[in-house]
């Protein structure tokens, strides 16, 4: 990564990018050798713990700093099918933190390139301790990523 801006991390993240090469494996397929359409959120779940260990904010550091970050929005679009034994790689970009983490994600098949599923999701800051919903990310996300950024 390059620091084109002369020092100062750009106020979105889309820099900080991680992905995760994943073989779909014979139980996430149908009968049709079509991975469920289930398995793709914990693909997706790969390549953002890929991303969280990239911020050094993965779940273990998310816990230590007194926030739980779950879920609350999931979307994908299924472009086309992955099938037993296929080689994929799995995404994931940090597009908000302001308020919320927002995540992008993009699976490709490795040897075509196609893309085979997009998708996002969002989670929000809980303070572990009294279970109050944060509307504004904590400090520590921006502390996190000024590391990432000047580790670049």
């Known amino acids: 990564m390059t620091n084109e801006m002369n020092g100062r991390?750009?106020?979105?993240?889309?820099?900080?990018?991680?992905?995760?090469?994943?073989?779909?494996?014979?139980?996430d397929v149908d009968a049709m050798e079509v991975a469920w359409h289930g398995h793709y959120v914990k693909y997706f779940e790969i390549a953002r713990c890929a991303?969280?260990?990239?911020?050094?904010?993965?779940?273990?550091?998310m816990q230590a700093s007194g926030y739980l970050w779950p879920?609350?929005?999931?979307?994908l679009k299924y472009v086309?099918?992955?099938?037993?034994?296929?080689?994929v790689r799995v995404s994931a970009s940090l597009?908000?933190?302001?308020?919320?983490?927002r995540i992008a994600y993009?699976?490709?098949d490795i040897?075509?390139?196609?893309?085979?599923?997009?998708?996002?999701?969002?989670?929000?800051?809980?303070?572990?301790?009294?279970g109050e919903m944060q509307?504004?990310?904590?400090?520590?996300v921006s502390e996190k990523l000024e590391a990432a950024w000047i580790a670049g």
């Open 106 to 108: 993009e699976i490709h």
């Open 95 to 101: 597009i908000e933190y302001e308020n919320r983490l």
């Open 9 to 27: 991390r750009p106020e979105k993240a889309p820099w900080l990018v991680a992905s995760a090469d994943v073989e779909i494996p014979f139980h």
């Open 135 to 140: 509307f504004v990310s904590p400090s520590v």
């Open 51 to 61: 991303l969280l260990r990239r911020l050094n904010y993965d779940y273990p550091q």
């Open 71 to 75: 879920i609350v929005e999931c979307h």
């Open 111 to 130: 040897a075509t390139h196609q893309r085979l599923t997009k998708g996002y999701t969002m989670q929000v800051a809980v303070d572990a301790r009294t």
């Open 80 to 87: 086309r099918p992955a099938r037993y034994g296929q080689h």
